[in-house]
């Protein structure tokens, strides 16, 4: 007997292999260009996976906005964007080369689909917040993503950004933080202490949701949802996930992978299957 996949189990399939491909991608432009920043963006490639996987499956461009505020993760979003035939393969080989629209932090000039320029942690929270009161004061059925940091919780801007989110109950407003626990320096609760996150975001007014930012599935079944209210998603994910040298170390947040090491690591990402 075939079994028949549902919807569900299809699009978790898709983004599992478009989240695996971009994993190999981000490793290929970072050994290229020599840039830094491959544990960060590996850590949230599943989620933004997910995120650009449901905004081109939407009726329509406008149903979802997407807003990528810790920019130095820029290769995982033009990695995915690449693969959805939004950015060309072209740009692609001049990642961070003198002239290039691909710069090391996100840039909204290469694609429609990023809204945004970042690079300050800080910033797109504050101009999801605005996107979110625009487009529910004209109605709009459109759904802001707004994906952070944890290191980003340091900032000021956030939790100001968090009270006008609850004074305007932006129920069309979900914050995502990437949960890996590292920052530029070392571990988040050595260089700020964070927890308990989830309560200082519920006691903002938010409606908190704590998942693997590593399971397809439940990342595609969570950020489809409709929600009522303000809702801080907490996804847990891994610095360098997916090559077993990157993982959970502060070195690689700075450091680009040689040929050989390149080698190693997209021979394990080849080998991985969820």
């Known amino acids: ?28 432009m970072t050994n290229k260009s020599k840039a830094s920043h491959v544990g960060s963006c590996l850590s949230v490639i599943d989620i933004l996976s997910t995120i650009y996987f449901l905004q081109a499956n939407s009726k329509n461009f406008d149903e979802i906005e997407v807003i990528l ?9 033009y990695s995915i964007l690449a693969n959805l035939n939004e950015i060309s393969m072209q740009d692609i080989n001049k990642y961070c080369e003198d002239g290039s629209l691909l710069n090391g932090h996100i840039s ?6 990023i809204r945004l320029s970042t690079g300050s942690l800080g910033h797109g929270f504050p101009f999801g917040i605005g ?35 609850n004074q305007f109950k932006l129920k069309n407003l979900v914050v995502v933080i990437d949960r890996n626990f590292i920052q530029s320096l070392g571990r988040t ?15 903002f007014g938010f409606q908190v949701i704590e998942i693997d930012g590593h399971d397809h599935g439940l990342l595609f079944e969570t950020l489809n949802r409709k929600f009522e209210v303000p809702t801080c998603i907490i996804a847990s994910t891994t610095k360098g996930k997916g090559v077993s040298y990157m993982e959970d170390t502060v070195l690689w947040h700075y450091r680009s992978p040689n040929l050989e090491e390149l080698a190693q690591a997209k021979s394990e990402v080849e080998g991985t299957e969820k």
């Open 189 to 203: 609760e050595d260089v700020m202490k964070l927890e308990p996150l989830a309560e200082k975001w519920e006691s």
């Open 69 to 77: 505020s810790k920019g130095h993760a820029a290769a995982a979003a």
């Open 108 to 113: 909204h000039l290469i694609s429609p689909k």
């Open 1 to 28: 007997m075939v079994k028949m996949l549902s919807n569900s189990e299809n699009a978790t399939i898709e983004i599992q292999d478009l989240a695996k491909k971009s994993r190999l991608l981000v490793l290929e």
């Open 131 to 165: 996107l979110a009161i625009a487009n529910l004061q004209k109605l709009k059925e459109i759904k802001t993503f707004v994906v952070m940091s944890d290191g980003e919780c340091d900032e000021g801007t956030t939790w100001e950004s968090a009270l006008i989110a």
